[in-house]
């Protein structure tokens, strides 16, 4: 059960960092390809300016979760992976229903939903 848990924290939060890169450093034709948004949204430097402290955020998900699992003390690895994920989980719902694209929760949610689920078994 811990392999399974330690490869689903990684995953999600090496797919947290992806996301970060594609937010902070991408090109609008990658955010608006990546993120199902019109270019012409996505050219606008307040939609940059969001979409970059967005990035923050994610990449903060991302090596906190790696940061918990692999360099903390044991006794709090799995609980402080737990709040990560469900973080993630909660961000995923929240960008499906305010954005209106499932994608979002497919993408980011699931795997971390998954990653909740096995931590809460281990």
């Known amino acids: 059960m811990n392999i399974i848990c330690n490869i689903l924290v990684i ?3 090496v797919e947290a960092l ?7 450093f ?5 955010h608006a390809k990546a993120f199902d948004l019109s270019l012409d949204y996505t050219r606008m430097p307040e939609a940059r ?10 990449g903060f998900l991302g090596i906190g ?5 692999f360099f903390f003390p044991t006794i709090i ?6 709040l990560f994920t469900i973080f993630i989980v909660v961000a ?7 954005a209106h694209n499932f994608k979002i929760f497919l993408v980011q ?12 078994l281990s």
Do not use: C, D, K
């Open 77 to 82: 690895t799995t609980s402080g992976a737990l």
């Open 92 to 98: 995923a719902v929240w960008g499906w229903l305010s």
């Open 49 to 58: 300016i969001s979409m970059s402290n967005q990035g923050i955020y994610n």
């Open 18 to 24: 992806a996301i970060m890169l594609i937010e902070v």
């Open 11 to 13: 995953l999600v939060a």
């Open 26 to 30: 991408g090109s609008s034709e990658l």
């Open 65 to 69: 979760l790696l940061l918990i699992r």
């Open 109 to 120: 949610g699931i795997p971390a939903l998954l990653a909740t689920i096995f931590l809460f």
